[in-house]
């Protein structure tokens, strides 16, 4: 008996999915290996932030309860900031985490991906690179060089945030619009402005890219739908919910927007040293320099960043022109691709050069700036094994998972999955807590401060960490138990 060479034999031919395996080049091979690693670092790196008393109420409990209440099928009024979670900025997104809250109700959730969302910022990179100029090597090295931009592992150290899922988000939605895909497209510009009310100021600079570059309907949809979606979601989802559309309108300098633009031409003087103040130029220099300028051969799509760049520098907040803050991270899709697309533009015999330029600046650039283990001034935190981590996580199991908390901002993030959990001095006296109005009249006592049962403490509480008011209240309770390094105080 004999059989034809196109006769498949069950089990013995490779699958499509083996079929497709085998295609896979060594260098598709090792940017997913890059891709792995940065995940499984920063992870691990943060997971363990976390149990090192590294979170804190803000920016992180205050999501995780968020998202945990969500996943009881209850309002996400977030006790730890007095507001809805939608209120305070309309981060949508997060109802995505809402199923694998079912599955895995924990911190490692949210952190896992944010690692994620980071990470695949690189992938546009890798794609393009790979699409534009058919050199999957100088894919690599682009891809890589991205991961390593120190603005990125920052990003991923501060806590958590929703904005760490818009380098992939943003990164994607280039993609498919330099590639004219116009489905996946739409999907990932509606992904990114469900992360937050403000993604329009980088929506809407790509809409005019579209316009401009590639198909003028869709450009002018994109960024006419991003600027009213930001209009209705401050103007009324957060005022609803919060009592103010925008509680950041004091960042602008000079009396707000239309101040500033009247200073532009009144005080054009003040204006420019306000903007080399404060290190604000080495904020630019330190962003660029990891892409070796090279975005500036292409600056017609970096300036998709320019609405976002150009809000950190002339904000009063310190945080947006600094690379350790989330507010640069929604910057490096545009600059990424662009270098991308600069690189391009060049002769084929300088490309792999350039890219090994680039993936040298960006590895300069962790090494000088970033917090990486090989960084020079990596995030430092207590360990899990530290003995002040470990005292708390005894106070914590003794609890109940329905007790009315009151505590210490690093403890809420390890008591988030509850109703009711307060960032002391909350409720007795409240700081940074509730809608606009109570924000502006801090110090008053809260009526849910009767019913707290549970107050933990570190046994040395600074002053400005509430120690006046918990020398007013310490009547109201007994102390239940004590370490070294905390207090657990019962109501009495």
């Avoid at 760490?164 to 988000?169: M, V, Y």
């Avoid at 283990?373 to 609890?399: G, R, V």
Wanted: a neutral charge.
């Amino acid at each position: 008996m004999t059989i034809s060479d196109s006769t498949t034999i069950p089990g013995r031919q490779p699958g499509a999915i083996v079929a497709r395996l085998r295609r896979v080049t060594i260098w598709q091979w090792l940017f997913v290996a890059a891709l792995a690693f940065y995940v499984w670092h920063f992870t691990n790196t943060t997971i363990r932030m976390h149990h090192g008393l590294g979170t804190s109420a803000y920016d992180f409990a205050l999501y995780d309860q968020g998202v945990w209440l969500l996943s009881r099928f209850e309002a996400p009024f977030v006790t730890l900031m007095g507001r809805n979670l939608f209120g305070d900025h309309t981060s949508f997104i997060m109802l995505l985490f809402v199923p694998f809250y079912w599955v895995f109700p924990g911190p490692g959730t949210l952190l896992f991906f944010q690692s994620v969302g980071l990470a695949a910022g690189a992938i546009p990179v890798f794609l393009y690179a790979r699409r534009r100029m058919n050199n999957e090597v100088v894919a690599l090295l682009l891809g890589c060089g991205f991961l390593l931009h120190p603005a990125l592992g920052w990003t991923n150290v501060e806590q958590f945030h929703p904005d760490s899922l818009l380098p992939a988000f943003i990164g994607f939605a280039i993609y498919f619009a330099l590639t004219e895909r116009w489905r996946p497209y739409a999907v990932f510009v509606i992904l990114a402005l469900l992360v937050k009310e403000d993604v329009a100021f980088v929506v809407v600079p790509l809409g005019l890219w579209v316009a401009l570059k590639k198909d003028r309907k869709i450009g002018l949809i994109t960024a006419g739908g991003a600027a009213l979606y930001m209009a209705f979601a401050m103007a009324v989802v957060m005022r609803a919910l919060s009592g103010e559309w925008n509680p950041n309108a004091w960042r602008v300098p000079f009396g707000g927007v239309t101040g500033f633009i009247g200073a532009l031409f009144t005080h054009t003087g003040d204006v420019i040293s306000y903007l080399i103040s404060d290190r604000r130029p080495w904020y630019l220099f330190q962003l660029a320099f990891p892409f070796a300028f090279l975005f500036l051969i292409a600056p017609v799509l970096a300036a998709i960043s320019s609405f976002v760049i150009g809000a950190n520098v002339i904000s009063r907040f310190g945080y947006q022109y600094n690379i350790r803050y989330h507010y640069t991270a929604v910057a490096l899709p545009a600059l990424g691709l662009a270098t991308v697309e600069g690189i391009a533009r060049t002769p084929r015999g300088w490309r792999t050069a350039l890219a090994t330029v680039v993936l040298a600046c960006s590895a300069l650039g962790a090494y000088w700036w970033g917090t990486l283990p090989f960084s020079l001034e990596p995030k430092t935190y207590w360990s899990p094994n530290d003995p002040i981590s470990q005292q708390a996580a005894e106070m914590f199991d003794l609890i109940p998972g329905d007790g009315i908390v009151s505590a210490h901002h690093t403890a809420t993030a390890h008591l988030a999955h509850r109703e009711h959990i307060y960032m002391f001095p909350n409720p007795f006296s409240t700081l940074l807590y509730g809608e606009a109005e109570m924000r502006r009249n801090e110090g008053q006592r809260l009526p849910i401060a009767d019913e707290v049962e549970f107050v933990l403490l570190p046994r040395n509480l600074p002053e400005r960490g509430g120690a006046e008011v918990w020398e007013e209240v310490q009547d109201e309770f007994v102390l239940l138990t004590e370490t070294e390094h905390w207090l657990l105080w019962v109501r009495g």
